[in-house]
């Protein structure tokens, strides 16, 4: 009875240090950089109706990949951790493509036209309100 608690609890001990093992790898795994992939060239408002009409096709299409997005800026902000935030227009009033920098990218204005190429994480919205298209780690390619 001993040797079975003992060989459970050697095995639980295993798979919890694999588990921290793994937890420590993914953590410090190096982010991607996109400055060197050839991206899915789209418009702001294209990739914002491509999710808003069917979020489940725009996933299998955009999804992990490198995007490289073009719009009009409406918005410019500073995230929590201090990163430098884009929404682009989009054909919805309120919502449209959220951008996040890597880096700063420097002076950007409302209402010029830029070309942003990050990594599509998404689509915060609902079958009941739409939301925004999330693309992150990006760099600005064209001011």
Same mark, same amino acid.
């Given at each position: 009875?001993?040797?079975?608690?003992?060989?459970?609890?050697?095995?639980?001990?295993?798979?919890?240090?694999?588990?921290?093992?793994?937890?420590?790898?993914?953590?410090?795994?190096?982010?991607?950089?996109?400055?060197?992939?050839?991206?899915?060239?789209?418009t702001s408002e294209?990739?914002?109706?491509?999710?808003?009409?069917?979020?489940?096709?725009?996933?299998?299409?955009?999804?992990?990949?490198?995007?490289?997005?073009?719009?009009?800026?409406?918005?410019?902000?500073?995230?929590q951790l201090g990163?430098?935030?884009?929404?682009?227009?989009?054909?919805?009033? !309120?919502?449209?493509v959220n951008c996040?920098? &890597? +880096?700063? /990218? $420097?002076?950007?204005?409302? *209402?010029?036209? @830029?070309?942003? =190429?990050? !990594?599509?994480?998404?689509?915060?919205?609902? &079958? +009941?309100? /739409? $939301?925004?298209?999330?693309? *992150?780690?990006? @760099?600005?390619? =064209?001011?």
């Amino acid at each position: 009875m001993k040797r079975k608690k003992k060989t459970i609890l050697g095995m639980v001990a295993l798979l919890f240090l694999a588990g921290v093992g793994y937890g420590f790898y993914m953590w410090f795994k190096p982010h991607r950089d996109v400055t060197n992939e050839k991206g899915i060239e789209i418009t702001s408002e294209a990739i914002f109706d491509s999710f808003a009409s069917n979020e489940m096709k725009a996933n299998e299409l955009y999804l992990n990949k490198a995007i490289q997005v073009t719009g009009e800026v409406i918005q410019v902000k500073k995230n929590q951790l201090g990163k430098t935030v884009v929404y682009l227009k989009s054909n919805d009033s !309120i919502y449209g493509v959220n951008c996040t920098f &890597k +880096n700063d /990218p $420097g002076l950007l204005q409302k *209402n010029s036209v @830029i070309t942003f =190429k990050g !990594i599509c994480t998404g689509y915060l919205g609902d &079958k +009941n309100a /739409p $939301g925004d298209v999330v693309i *992150n780690q990006g @760099i600005i390619v =064209k001011k």
